[in-house]
Every structure is written in structure tokens, then in C-alpha cells.
């Protein structure tokens, strides 16, 4: 009777064991999805995506929304931390201000991919996913360029820049791709910016507003443009594009209609496009951004890395950089979407996307099942 009490023992302590070994094995991973604001069309379309596609994929979910609260997305990302995810995916109400929470998940060892916004400041962040957003202004720029025929006309012309809120690290890159590719013109004097603003502080927009765009270029014009011609007014996006428009048809006394620049597809500015008060838009898919975030977190989650090699497994246009962004700790491994130019005349590709459709006068685009127009 022993023998059986022992042999019965014996064999319920490996059943145990093998049981712990199997849920063990089994058990889902976890991944955080901190959004900075569920208010917003376009975060919440991310985030909901994104969830989706991870549970859809076997993994457990955590998505919090910050509302736009820099504090509140500290508090959210260390509860996340605290519930020991398995990764964190990123973006950054103001990516300035994460730093300590975040260097508390790489002691944890929890890796961060960053989404959207540069998280600057910490050597904890492993990826940053956007797109090339030095290339947006650079698109913007050889647009004017090419609108004015900048290397063979003899004329001068007169330009002003509109840019993004500083604390969105990425208005930098917008500013630097437009002004940089510019600068040549700038230098030669082909180029002229009567304001002489010519830094990114100095044309910054505060929090990206429609209003304070119009607001400041109300004063750019009546302080420099009573006598003069506006050519160009290179805005970073297209809700600074439209405070622009705004200030223009209200303000500006010249005959002639700038050349407007932006940047999302916003449904208002691309009917602008069409009735000629705007010039182009660079359009970025956002939905295909989540689709990269999506892959480069489940290779992570997976116990691979992703590196270079995973540009060949997507089916978006992407590069894959080691030494553009620099976060002030360290170059960070990115993964670049490649934006398209808009005008007048490519319209269909929004259509072709499934985000837009026609109107039903088939002149103007609408978005399609969003209540509210992305923003950058």
C-alpha cells in the first residue's frame, strides 16, 4: 500500500509540474499601447486597429488613451510598466517628458517601439516607427521649387514658412526638409522672406491650431506684405495650411494666389486643392504606419529582431534607417513610411486607399467612416 501511496504521489507531482509547465508555455503576451488621446480620429483609429490586430494575433492587450495630458501618460505608461507587459508601443503626448518613466521599463527590460513621435531624452526606446517626415518638407519645398522653376527663372520671389508646434519633435524635421532644400535659393537671393523668420521658433504654431496660424499670418501680412506680393507660404499641415487660406482671403491685399503648401489630406484642405486656394498636401496613410507598428512589435514579441530584414516582409513602402533621429541619448533604429504628393490632378490615389470617397457631385473627397480628420 505505500508503494501504490508513493507511485500515486510521484505521478500526481509530474502531472503538477507538467500542467505549470504547460500554462507556462501557453500564456499570451502582453503588449502596451499608450495613444495620447482618444478625442482624435486618428489616435483612435490607431489604437483600436492596433488592439485588434494583436488580439486577433493571439496577444493581450493594454490600450490607454492620455488625453493629450503629458502627466496623465506618465501615470498611464507606469501602470503599464507595473503590470509587467511584455512591450510598450508609443505615442508620445510630448515626447520630452517620458524619459524617467521610461528608462524604469528598460530596467524592467521591457522593450519600447515609438510610434508617430520621437521619444527623446532616454536610451530606453529600441524603435521609432513614422514617416520619412524630413522628407514631407522636402517634398513640400521641391514642389515650390518646381512650381516656380526656381533653377532657370531669372525672377525673385517672396516666401514665408509656417511651421508645427516645437514640442512635437517631428514640426523639426517638417522645417528642416522644406528649409534646408530651399536654402540654396535663400542664400542666392532668388528667394526672399520679407518677415527675415527663418527658424523654426520663429514660425512655430502652437499646438498645430488652424487658429493661431491664421492669427500669426494676419500679422506677417500687415507688418510685411501692405505693398508687397506673398508667393509662398510653406506650411508644415494642413490645418496650419488652412489658418493660412483663412488669413489670405481676409488680409492679404495682393491680386495673386500663393502657393500653399501642407501635409495629412484633411478633407476641408483638399477641397481647397480642387478650388485652387491650396497648392498640394503630402499625404501620409496612417493606416499603413499602424500596419508597420503592428509587424515590427510582433517580430519583438516573438524573441526576433526586427532590423533591415523586415522591410522585405512588408507590403508598405518603408526603409529602414539607423542614423537620421537621433533622441538626444542615441541614434535610434526607425522604421520611414514614404510619403506622396497631393494635388489636383492625383486625387484617386486617396480613393484607390478606401479612406476617401467622392462627394456626390464627384468633385470633393470625404473620409470615409471618420468623424474627425487626422491630424499630424
Not at 154 to 162: A, G, K, L, M, R
Not at 204 to 225: G, H, I, P, Q, V
Not at 236 to 250: C, F, P, Q
Request: a negative charge.
Amino acid at each position: 500500500m505505500k508503494k501504490l501511496l508513493a507511485v500515486i504521489t510521484s505521478m500526481t507531482t509530474v502531472a503538477a509540474l507538467t500542467s505549470c509547465g504547460s500554462t507556462k508555455k501557453e500564456e499570451k503576451k502582453t503588449i502596451g499601447i499608450a495613444m495620447p488621446a482618444s478625442e482624435l480620429e486618428r489616435w483612435n483609429s490607431d489604437g483600436e486597429y492596433l488592439k485588434s490586430e494583436f488580439e486577433a494575433a493571439g496577444y493581450n492587450v493594454e490600450l490607454v488613451y492620455s488625453n493629450n495630458d503629458s502627466a496623465k501618460q506618465n501615470n498611464d505608461l507606469i501602470k503599464l510598466i507595473s503590470d509587467k507587459v511584455d512591450l510598450l508601443l508609443v505615442a508620445a503626448v510630448d515626447g520630452t517628458k517620458l524619459s524617467d518613466t521610461l528608462d524604469s521599463a528598460k530596467t524592467a527590460e521591457i522593450p519600447i517601439v515609438a510610434y508617430d513621435r520621437l521619444i527623446m531624452k532616454t536610451s530606453a526606446v529600441n524603435y521609432y516607427i513614422s514617416f520619412d517626415n524630413y522628407a514631407v518638407g522636402k517634398l513640400q519645398a521641391e514642389f515650390v521649387s518646381d512650381k516656380l522653376d526656381l533653377k532657370n527663372s531669372s525672377s525673385t520671389y517672396n516666401i514665408e514658412f509656417v511651421g508645427g508646434d516645437p514640442i512635437d519633435n517631428n514640426a523639426r524635421y517638417f522645417f528642416d526638409g522644406a528649409y534646408e532644400t530651399l536654402q540654396p535659393y535663400i542664400e542666392s537671393g532668388k528667394l526672399n522672406i520679407p518677415s527675415g523668420k527663418n527658424t523654426l521658433e520663429q514660425v512655430a504654431t502652437k499646438d498645430w491650431t488652424t487658429a493661431n496660424a491664421e492669427s500669426n499670418m494676419k500679422s506677417t501680412l500687415s507688418s510685411y506684405y501692405s505693398s508687397k506680393t506673398l508667393d509662398v507660404a510653406l506650411c508644415s499641415n494642413d490645418s496650419t495650411a488652412l489658418g493660412v487660406t483663412n488669413a489670405i482671403e481676409s488680409d492679404y491685399k495682393g491680386s495673386n494666389a500663393p502657393i500653399i503648401t501642407g501635409q495629412d489630406g484633411d478633407a476641408e484642405n483638399l477641397r481647397n486643392i480642387v478650388d485652387g486656394k491650396q497648392a498640394m498636401t503630402v499625404y501620409k496613410n496612417l493606416h499603413d504606419e499602424a500596419k508597420v507598428a503592428f509587424e515590427v512589435c510582433k517580430t519583438i514579441l516573438s524573441d526576433e529582431t526586427p532590423a533591415a530584414g523586415l522591410v522585405d516582409k512588408l507590403d508598405v513602402q518603408t526603409k529602414f534607417d539607423t542614423d537620421s533621429y537621433n533622441n538626444g541619448t542615441k541614434y535610434i533604429q526607425s522604421y520611414l513610411l514614404e510619403p506622396t504628393v497631393i494635388t489636383a490632378d492625383n486625387l484617386q490615389l486617396l480613393v484607390n486607399t478606401g479612406l476617401y470617397k467622392w462627394d456626390s457631385g464627384n468633385k470633393y473627397l470625404e473620409l470615409v467612416n471618420a468623424t474627425e480628420v487626422p491630424t499630424s
